[in-house]
């Protein structure tokens, strides 16, 4: 991935999800808070890190799809590790 690419993709029940991927290395997903966005990462800058800060579904730029629970939150992280491909990563 380059060192600064947006993506987007479609969760399993029809929802857009929207991020972007900042620096290139070892992976740090970053999960903002209820009611926030990708935003809340957008000066966070990590030396040899690709830092990924998408926004969750009902908030930001990413559809809402079906439902907003916090399991189906859970099922579009799982899904969007997925689409990036990543297997050893950071959460913050």
Do not use: K, N
């Not at 969760?11 to 999960?31: F, L, N, P, T």
């Amino acid at each position: 991935m380059a060192p600064s690419a947006q993506f987007s993709f479609t969760a399993s029940d029809g929802a857009r999800i929207e991020g972007v991927v900042q620096g290139e290395g070892v992976a740090v997903v970053c999960v903002h808070g209820w009611g926030a966005s990708r935003l809340s990462f957008t000066e966070l800058r990590l030396p040899g890190c690709a830092v990924v800060t998408y926004d969750q579904r009902g908030h930001g730029a990413s559809g809402r799809g079906g439902e907003l629970r916090v399991r189906r939150l859970a099922q579009d992280l799982s899904e969007l590790m997925r689409h990036l491909d990543l297997r050893d990563v950071t959460l913050v």
